[in-house]
């Protein structure tokens, strides 16, 4: 569910204090050049702690998908299964690969 433009104006001004609500939020367009990198650069570095947590999260996933297909794989002791299973690995892997 995504928040109403009145939550987001209503955080926005909370953020700026009395004065933001005299004015709307600034842009990053209408910051000074320092500030306008200073937002560059954490917005950069949330990016990537979130990416590593998605891949750390990928990660563990794949490898609980991988432990079972291939435990039902040996399981099964037949071997068109067994390269049905390994077939389907090796394609999930390539998606997340790219």
Same mark, same amino acid.
């Given at each position: 569910?995504?928040?109403?433009?009145?939550?987001?104006?209503?955080?926005?001004?909370?953020?700026?204090?009395?004065?933001?609500?005299?004015?709307?939020?600034?842009? #990053?367009? &209408? *910051?000074?050049? +320092?500030?306008? @990198? !200073?937002?560059?650069?954490?917005?950069?570095? =949330?990016?990537?702690?979130?990416?590593?947590?998605?891949?750390?999260?990928?990660?563990?996933?794949?490898?609980?998908? #991988?432990? &079972? *297909?291939?435990? +039902?794989?040996? @399981? !099964?002791?037949?071997?068109?299964?067994?390269? =049905?299973?390994?077939?389907?690995?090796?394609?999930?892997?390539?998606?997340?690969?790219?």
């Amino acid at each position: 569910m995504e928040p109403s433009r009145s939550a987001i104006s209503h955080l926005l001004h909370e953020r700026h204090g009395a004065a933001g609500r005299d004015r709307p939020a600034r842009g #990053a367009s &209408d *910051c000074p050049y +320092d500030q306008r @990198r !200073s937002l560059l650069h954490r917005h950069a570095q =949330s990016i990537l702690a979130i990416r590593s947590v998605l891949s750390q999260v990928e990660i563990i996933i794949l490898q609980d998908h #991988a432990d &079972d *297909c291939v435990d +039902d794989a040996i @399981r !099964s002791q037949d071997p068109d299964e067994q390269r =049905s299973k390994f077939k389907d690995l090796v394609e999930i892997f390539e998606k997340v690969g790219r």
